[in-house]
C-alpha cells in the first residue's frame, strides 16, 4: 500500500516526465532524418543519443558517443566498426583483429 508522499512523489515525476518527453519529441524529429546511436563496446546495445544513457544498463560499460579514434558519429544501430577509419568498437573485437593480423 503506497504512502501518500509516495503517491506525490509518484505524480512530480510523471509531471517532470511529460516536460521531458515533449523536448525529446523535437528532438527526435531533427534526429530521424539524422540519426545518431551511443553504442556499448561490450554488448553493442545502441541508444539514441538523444536519450538519457550514458551507460549500459546490461554491463555498465560507458557508452561510445562515437568513434573512439577519429570521433565520426555513429549512425547506425548495428554498427560494429567505425565506416570512416574502420576501427572495431569493442576492444576485444580490436585485439582479435590485430591479432589476425
Ligand atoms: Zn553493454
Ligand atoms: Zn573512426
Redesign the pocket.
Known amino acids: 500500500m503506497a504512502t501518500l508522499s509516495e503517491i506525490t512523489n509518484a505524480v512530480d515525476a510523471m509531471k517532470t516526465t511529460r516536460t521531458a518527453n515533449a523536448a525529446n519529441v523535437a528532438n527526435a524529429a531533427n534526429w530521424k532524418a539524422n540519426p545518431v546511436y551511443r553504442l556499448c563496446p561490450r554488448c553493442f546495445r545502441a541508444v539514441p543519443a538523444h536519450s538519457s544513457e550514458y551507460y549500459c544498463c546490461n554491463d555498465g560499460e560507458k557508452l561510445l558517443e ?7 558519429p555513429i549512425h547506425s544501430p548495428f554498427a560494429r ?7 572495431a568498437f569493442a576492444p576485444l573485437e580490436r585485439m582479435r583483429v590485430k591479432k589476425g593480423g
Open positions: 562515437g568513434c573512439p579514434r577519429c570521433h565520426t566498426f567505425c565506416t570512416l577509419c574502420g576501427l
